[in-house]
């Protein structure tokens, strides 16, 4: 999706061989519309009294520009005595005020001057650029004023949209192409509050026929609306999160190019589709990464209000927010009212203020006052105030609640449960459940939570509303809410499938993300290689820089990842779990399933704050790897009551699907009812939200191929080499160098056991990211879960390979469950860092038992057996086994597996 851009900039960049600009690509931001020169390119227009344009240069993320400064000038006018630090820098692009002062006459005229990077005195001559200078707004002014009855013509949507489209063309002939872009925009807008599919598919013909020349830099800050606003049609229309994604992505590349704050709105709008999929927190770190970044930039506050408002959302929504996080959404909101109390309309001020009492009554205060004020701002008519009226009853019953009046709470709730507005509806339904259950009627609801349910079904079916989510957070506790109240009522079965339901809805959400193609596309590549650069030592003031660069890299990678178009069709994982265990407020419930029937296992109390706490308190130890054995059970205690199974209910494998954050939990190293670990008793696996289908083996394909020390300097590693060689002297060992990226790309299409011990590089913002560090280059989850067709097993025996945060469904598990995605039946991961010499030791004594029994789970089971006589559980707890789709019989090949011909895949060459 970014080869075009890429294309582009490219276009746009000095020759070859320049020093400082070398692959930089410059334009201009400020001007009001541009103009066409003889060979059809566009310049930007300054109109009337603009007084000021900002050069904006975008360089590699790698290039250093923390002490880069800027001479500039008006064609003929002496260039500036001194050098001036740029006005806004964000990212890879600075960018450089330009005073216009000196312009007197219409027409073409030139920008010029020097780059000087103070740091080493290097200096390098701008080619002077063309921008055109026009004197006279009339023209502009007046087309521009000719809105505003089209605005006003009444509440007729379609007939707007027609009037501006026919201003649009008249501003085109004009010679204002960035204006008439900016009606026709208009005109999209107006065509997708109609809402029908038939004026749905007209503002996705507008967008479409576009002009090319929209992506020229000269338009980046149009062209950047036009991607947006392809991203709330596609959510609009249904057309799945990664083509939206997509489109955000470029958007978020055409405001970079120009540090415009508007990528404050991009990022609003990916927290929204992050909140909406299950990842939380991530959406939450994104945003707030987002508006710190922006505060550094010094960017104007247009677009800062909507960013704080979504951001005191996620953190208000989520269940578990304590009263000092929501003293912080409660800061944010007031930030954005006070600070931007005049430039906000009415429906924004009536948006914040119904959040603000939503949050004081969180925190137990009276929302009273708050609410009159904001439906007072909405007043009485359109969609929007109806469902701040809704939603006001939503805050209100909490408070009556409280207060002790649970049956007028309780009326508030089944108001809006019968509102007919999916969200709101759940959540009402939602709310008159919890005040049922107080009163102790569970039939009714657990009649009310069916009810949130299927309206959160209707809401996940729907075109996306960026306007008023619940969200995953609000939505999941719904799920676990209504699988409790149905054992409790003596269905466990209803409440096992309550919880499949909840996977199947999440894949919904998540359909296009990281598995699709079979290798990395070069433009990934090229990123990866981008962000390696960035690795080196650097000065504090470049550090700054850099981590600017290095999130606008993380991003657009995480966007290509999201722009896939998905796995094609997945299970839920449900069929193959023994036991399947969810939190809710104050207790972790564990069911089981023994063939057709499920049971209610075991009900642990656990309030959701402690288990967060020894969840978070376990990651730590894991981390550190040197926990004694007394102090990990300790840790582990209270886990190791609700989870673990008593010791006559295990069988030979033990398969686990776990939701929220008891997915951290390391299952294999808690202490049974006997005093044993649970991993001495059964062979643990965790069963992930989704599988793919299970490989069908062919003599074509079943191979066996270990990755080796691809970087050099895994030493143990290296020395379990000979010995794979030995145990399977058919298998095709890449060590080394040999272990390229596209030599692994290509062997493991045909391999059917794969083992590679590399680094691998985990990253918690953007866990999708996640890669293997091969000799040359990268393998991330995406081109792991595209090598699908005959895997059957795979150990990926990396730091932080299993490693993901925990979700809303049973859990995703980063690489490793990319390939348990792809349609791979059994996968060994890491969540957390592993030692090398556990490592080592854990992997021998695995392939040797696996080479004598063809036993993955038993030779699984022997080599934890192994390690746990040297080493603390808090070391060997990393290790994670997961399982998927049920394998088929491989063809019988002999001994061992059948070997690879190596020497027919091409080299890639070492680049290191």
Same mark, same amino acid.
């Given at each position: 999706?970014?080869?075009?851009?890429?294309?582009?900039?490219?276009?746009?960049?000095?020759?070859?061989?320049?020093?400082?600009?070398?692959?930089? *690509?410059?334009?201009?931001?400020?001007?009001?519309?541009?103009?066409?020169?003889?060979?059809?390119?566009?310049?930007?227009?300054?109109?009337?009294?603009?007084?000021? %344009?900002?050069?904006?240069?975008?360089?590699?993320?790698?290039?250093?520009?923390?002490?880069?400064?800027?001479?500039?000038?008006?064609?003929?006018?002496?260039?500036?005595?001194?050098?001036?630090?740029?006005?806004?820098?964000?990212?890879?692009?600075?960018?450089?005020?330009?005073?216009?002062?000196?312009?007197?006459?219409?027409?073409?005229? @030139?920008?010029?001057?020097?780059?000087?990077?103070?740091?080493?005195?290097?200096?390098?001559?701008?080619?002077?650029?063309?921008?055109?200078?026009?004197?006279?707004?009339?023209?502009f002014s007046e087309l521009w004023q000719q809105r505003l009855p089209a605005l006003r013509s009444g509440v007729d949507h379609l007939e707007m949209a027609a009037q501006l489209r026919d201003l649009g063309d008249r501003a085109e002939?004009?010679?204002?192409?960035?204006?008439?872009?900016?009606?026709?925009?208009?005109?999209?807008?107006? %065509?997708?509050?109609?809402?029908?599919?038939?004026? +749905?598919?007209?503002?996705? #013909?507008?967008?479409?026929?576009?002009?090319?020349?929209?992506?020229?830099?000269?338009?980046?800050?149009?062209?950047?609306?036009?991607?947006?606003?392809? &991203?709330?049609?596609?959510?609009?229309?249904?057309?799945?999160?990664?083509?939206?994604w997509e489109h955000l992505g470029h958007a978020e590349a055409h405001y970079s190019r120009i540090a415009d704050s508007g990528i404050l709105a991009v990022a609003n709008r990916q927290a929204g589709m992050l909140f909406r999929i299950?990842?939380?927190?991530?959406?939450?770190?994104?945003?707030?990464?987002?508006?710190?970044? #922006?505060?550094?930039?010094?960017?104007?506050?247009?677009?800062?209000?909507?960013?704080?408002?979504?951001?005191?959302?996620?953190?208000?929504?989520?269940?578990?927010?304590?009263?000092?996080? +929501?003293?912080?959404?409660?800061?944010?909101?007031?930030?954005?009212?006070?600070?931007?109390?005049?430039? $906000?309309?009415?429906? @924004?001020?009536?948006?914040?203020?119904?959040?603000?009492?939503?949050?004081?009554?969180?925190?137990?205060?009276? /929302?009273?006052?708050?609410?009159?004020?904001?439906?007072?701002?909405?007043?009485?008519?359109?969609?929007?105030?109806?469902?701040?009226?809704?939603?006001?009853?939503?805050?209100?019953?909490?408070?009556?609640?409280?207060?002790?009046?649970?049956?007028?709470?309780?009326?508030?709730?089944?108001?809006?449960?019968?509102?007919?507005?999916?969200?709101?509806?759940?959540?009402? !339904?939602?709310?008159?459940?919890?005040?049922?259950?107080?009163?102790?009627?569970?039939?009714?609801?657990?009649?009310?939570?069916?009810?949130?349910?299927?309206?959160?079904?209707?809401?996940?079916?729907?075109?996306?509303?960026?306007?008023?989510?619940?969200?995953?957070?609000?939505?999941?506790?719904?799920?676990?809410?209504?699988?409790?109240?149905?054992?409790?009522?003596?269905?466990?079965?209803?409440?096992?499938?309550?919880?499949?339901?909840?996977?199947?809805?999440?894949?919904?959400?998540?359909?296009?993300?990281?598995?699709?193609?079979?290798?990395?596309?070069?433009?990934?590549?090229?990123?990866?290689?981008?962000? #390696?650069?960035? #690795?080196?030592?650097?000065?504090?003031?470049?550090?700054?820089?850099?981590?600017?660069?290095?999130?606008?890299?993380?991003?657009?990678?995480?966007?290509?990842?999201?722009?896939?178009?998905?796995?094609?069709?997945?299970?839920?994982?449900?069929?193959?779990?023994?036991?399947?265990?969810?939190?809710?407020?104050?207790?972790?419930?564990?069911?089981?399933?023994?063939?057709?029937?499920?049971?209610?296992?075991?009900? *642990?109390?656990?309030?959701?704050?402690?288990?967060?706490?020894?969840? &978070?308190?376990?990651?730590?130890?894991?981390?550190?790897?040197?926990?004694?054995?007394?102090?990990?059970?300790?840790?582990?205690?209270?886990?190791?009551?609700?989870?673990?199974?008593?010791?006559?209910? $295990?069988?030979?494998?033990?398969?686990?699907?776990?939701?929220?954050?008891?997915?951290?939990?390391?299952?294999? !190293?808690?202490?049974?009812?006997?005093?044993?670990?649970?991993?001495?008793?059964?062979?643990?696996?965790?069963?992930?939200?989704?599988?793919?289908?299970?490989?069908?083996?062919?003599?074509?394909?079943?191979?066996?191929?270990?990755?080796?020390?691809?970087?050099?300097?895994?030493?143990?590693?290296?020395?379990?080499?000979?010995?794979?060689?030995? +145990?399977?002297?058919?298998?095709?060992?890449?060590?080394?160098?040999?272990?390229?990226?596209?030599?692994?790309?290509?062997?493991?299409?045909?391999?059917?056991?794969?083992?590679?011990?590399?680094?691998?590089?985990?990253?918690?913002?953007?866990?999708?990211?996640?890669?293997?560090? $091969?000799?040359?280059?990268?393998?991330?989850?995406?081109?792991?879960?595209?090598?699908?067709?005959?895997?059957?097993?795979?150990?990926?025996?990396?730091?932080?390979?299993?490693?993901?945060?925990?979700?809303?469904?049973?859990?995703?598990?980063?690489? !490793?469950?990319?390939?348990?995605?792809?349609?791979?039946?059994?996968?060994?991961?890491?969540?957390?860092?592993?030692?090398?010499?556990?490592?080592?030791?854990?992997?021998?004594?695995?392939?040797?038992?696996?080479?004598?029994?063809?036993?993955? /789970?038993?030779?699984?089971?022997?080599? $934890?057996?192994?390690?746990?006589?040297?080493?603390?559980?808090?070391?060997?707890? !990393?290790?994670?086994?997961?399982?998927?789709?049920?394998?088929?019989?491989?063809?019988?090949?002999?001994?061992?597996?059948?070997?690879?011909?190596?020497?027919?895949?091409?080299?890639?060459?070492?680049?290191?």
């Amino acid at each position: 999706m970014w080869a075009a851009l890429l294309l582009l900039m490219q276009a746009c960049a000095p020759a070859p061989g320049n020093d400082l600009l070398e692959d930089a *690509t410059w334009t201009f931001r400020g001007h009001r519309d541009a103009s066409f020169t003889a060979d059809g390119s566009l310049m930007p227009k300054v109109i009337g009294n603009e007084n000021m %344009l900002d050069l904006c240069i975008e360089t590699r993320p790698s290039v250093d520009t923390s002490q880069w400064q800027a001479r500039l000038h008006i064609g003929g006018d002496a260039a500036p005595a001194e050098s001036k630090p740029p006005a806004v820098r964000f990212g890879s692009t600075v960018c450089y005020g330009v005073p216009l002062g000196s312009i007197k006459t219409a027409g073409i005229q @030139e920008v010029c001057g020097s780059i000087e990077d103070v740091y080493d005195g290097r200096r390098q001559d701008l080619p002077c650029r063309p921008i055109m200078f026009e004197p006279d707004t009339t023209t502009f002014s007046e087309l521009w004023q000719q809105r505003l009855p089209a605005l006003r013509s009444g509440v007729d949507h379609l007939e707007m949209a027609a009037q501006l489209r026919d201003l649009g063309d008249r501003a085109e002939d004009a010679g204002y192409p960035l204006l008439g872009v900016r009606f026709d925009l208009m005109a999209v807008y107006f %065509l997708r509050q109609q809402g029908t599919e038939a004026a +749905l598919g007209e503002a996705g #013909s507008l967008l479409a026929t576009l002009p090319d020349w929209i992506n020229h830099p000269a338009a980046s800050e149009s062209a950047a609306i036009v991607a947006l606003e392809r &991203a709330n049609l596609a959510m609009e229309r249904d057309a799945g999160p990664g083509e939206a994604w997509e489109h955000l992505g470029h958007a978020e590349a055409h405001y970079s190019r120009i540090a415009d704050s508007g990528i404050l709105a991009v990022a609003n709008r990916q927290a929204g589709m992050l909140f909406r999929i299950g990842a939380e927190q991530p959406a939450r770190e994104r945003l707030g990464r987002m508006l710190d970044r #922006s505060r550094e930039a010094g960017f104007d506050n247009r677009h800062l209000p909507a960013a704080q408002i979504t951001l005191s959302w996620l953190i208000a929504q989520d269940p578990s927010t304590d009263h000092l996080a +929501l003293d912080e959404a409660e800061g944010l909101l007031r930030s954005a009212l006070d600070a931007n109390s005049n430039a $906000l309309g009415a429906a @924004e001020r009536a948006n914040i203020l119904m959040n603000l009492a939503y949050i004081e009554a969180r925190l137990g205060r009276d /929302p009273g006052p708050l609410l009159e004020r904001s439906l007072a701002e909405a007043g009485e008519d359109g969609l929007k105030a109806r469902r701040l009226a809704l939603w006001s009853r939503l805050v209100r019953s909490d408070h009556l609640s409280a207060a002790g009046k649970p049956e007028q709470a309780l009326d508030e709730c089944r108001a809006v449960a019968d509102s007919g507005e999916p969200r709101l509806a759940a959540w009402g !339904a939602s709310c008159a459940a919890a005040l049922l259950r107080r009163q102790g009627d569970l039939e009714a609801a657990g009649s009310a939570l069916e009810t949130a349910l299927a309206n959160h079904e209707r809401d996940a079916a729907r075109p996306t509303d960026r306007n008023m989510k619940l969200g995953p957070g609000r939505r999941a506790e719904d799920f676990y809410r209504a699988a409790r109240n149905a054992t409790e009522l003596g269905h466990p079965g209803r409440a096992w499938q309550i919880l499949e339901q909840l996977d199947a809805l999440t894949l919904r959400d998540r359909d296009g993300s990281v598995c699709d193609s079979a290798t990395d596309s070069d433009e990934e590549q090229a990123l990866l290689d981008e962000l #390696s650069r960035l #690795s080196v030592p650097a000065s504090p003031a470049r550090k700054r820089q850099r981590a600017g660069a290095r999130q606008s890299l993380m991003s657009r990678l995480e966007a290509t990842i999201a722009s896939r178009s998905g796995c094609g069709a997945l299970g839920t994982g449900g069929e193959i779990a023994d036991y399947r265990a969810f939190p809710v407020e104050n207790e972790v419930i564990l069911l089981r399933r023994d063939g057709e029937r499920t049971t209610l296992y075991r009900r *642990t109390p656990l309030e959701r704050n402690a288990l967060a706490q020894r969840v &978070a308190e376990i990651e730590k130890a894991l981390d550190r790897r040197d926990v004694d054995a007394t102090e990990w059970r300790r840790l582990t205690e209270p886990l190791a009551r609700a989870l673990a199974p008593r010791t006559d209910d $295990l069988g030979d494998v033990t398969r686990f699907a776990l939701h929220g954050a008891l997915q951290q939990v390391p299952l294999a !190293a808690l202490e049974t009812d006997s005093g044993e670990w649970l991993a001495t008793r059964t062979t643990v696996a965790n069963v992930p939200a989704h599988t793919g289908s299970a490989a069908q083996p062919t003599g074509e394909t079943d191979r066996t191929l270990f990755v080796v020390n691809p970087t050099g300097d895994l030493a143990q590693a290296s020395r379990l080499a000979g010995e794979y060689r030995t +145990l399977f002297p058919d298998a095709d060992v890449l060590e080394g160098a040999r272990a390229s990226a596209e030599t692994v790309r290509l062997a493991l299409t045909g391999a059917r056991w794969v083992h590679i011990d590399a680094h691998a590089t985990y990253e918690p913002s953007f866990p999708d990211l996640t890669r293997l560090v $091969l000799a040359d280059g990268w393998l991330t989850a995406a081109g792991l879960a595209g090598l699908r067709p005959s895997l059957e097993f795979a150990n990926l025996s990396a730091c932080g390979s299993g490693r993901y945060p925990a979700t809303a469904d049973s859990g995703h598990y980063g690489l !490793a469950g990319s390939l348990i995605k792809g349609g791979a039946s059994w996968v060994i991961g890491a969540r957390a860092d592993l030692d090398e010499t556990l490592a080592s030791e854990f992997n021998g004594a695995f392939y040797r038992e696996l080479a004598l029994s063809g036993d993955i /789970p038993a030779a699984h089971t022997a080599a $934890l057996h192994d390690v746990m006589k040297r080493h603390a559980p808090s070391s060997w707890g !990393a290790l994670l086994l997961l399982r998927g789709s049920e394998p088929s019989e491989a063809p019988e090949t002999g001994s061992g597996r059948l070997a690879y011909n190596v020497a027919a895949v091409p080299m890639a060459g070492d680049r290191r």
